[in-house]
């Protein structure tokens, strides 16, 4: 039963446009979401996060997107670089507890 | 600053056999947390370490999994009479204060295990 869910397995967008990534869940409970980034060979990086008291979160390039009531985050990169070429996992925590549960990752390839 | 450090970065064994995988936190993190990560999957929770005490052990498959946090830095995670669906990358993270949202998990590279 997966509570965490990203959907498309992979993303291609052009080197300087948007890159949309999107995650789902199932489970209420969660209040803290993150993602995080993972280059082959390393451990995944964290990126940004959001609290489930926000609906927008920026860092630079990366927004991420909280939308509680349809369950769905997004994470937005503006512009896309051929070094953001990576897989990206969206992960979420509960209060009670910071295991985190994450989702299968989603592959972005940027084209120069 | 050194972050988060796994040994060995792979690890070959027969089926049947036991294994240790280590992980060394960055310096001050109390808290400690272990993930398997099977091919095509997110990584999956395992085990979680607030100081030298196990806080949350519910994602230990079975009891041939177990760890330890003896001196609250390093970790152990022991795998006993290894299958072949043992085969997986074992994730470390460990973060500043104890647990709850808001505390970033940062990561190390991992073990990868091939259980043959």
């Known amino acids: 039963d997966q509570q965490v869910k990203q959907n498309s397995p992979s993303l291609s967008v052009q080197e300087g446009r948007i890159s949309i990534l999107n995650c789902d869940y199932t489970n209420s409970m969660f209040d803290y979401f993150l993602w995080y980034k993972k280059y082959p060979a390393e451990g995944p990086t964290f990126l940004i996060s959001?609290?489930?008291?926000?609906d927008k979160n920026e860092d630079g390039r990366f927004t991420v997107f909280l939308n509680k009531s349809a369950k769905h985050l997004s994470l937005h990169i503006v512009p896309s670089q051929p070094g953001d070429s990576a897989v990206y996992f969206c992960a979420a925590s509960t209060g009670a507890n910071s295991k985190l549960t994450f989702g299968k990752g989603i592959t972005l390839s940027v084209r120069p | 600053g050194a972050g988060v450090s796994q040994t060995p970065s792979n690890k070959v064994t027969e089926k049947g056999k036991y294994v240790e995988l280590r992980c060394d936190p960055i310096s001050g993190h109390t808290a400690l947390y272990w993930y398997r990560q099977s091919l095509g999957q997110g990584p999956e929770f395992l085990i979680y370490?607030?100081?030298?005490?196990?806080?949350?052990d519910s994602g230990l498959p079975n009891d041939r999994f177990f760890a330890v946090r003896p001196e609250g830095s390093v970790s152990t995670l022991k795998i006993q009479r290894t299958e072949r669906g043992d085969s997986a990358m074992y994730l470390c993270a460990s973060s500043l204060n104890p647990a709850g949202p808001g505390e970033t998990q940062y990561f190390g590279p991992g073990t990868r295990l091939l259980v043959l």
């Open positions: 959001i609290s489930s008291i926000k």
């Open positions: 370490f607030q100081g030298t005490g196990a806080a949350d």
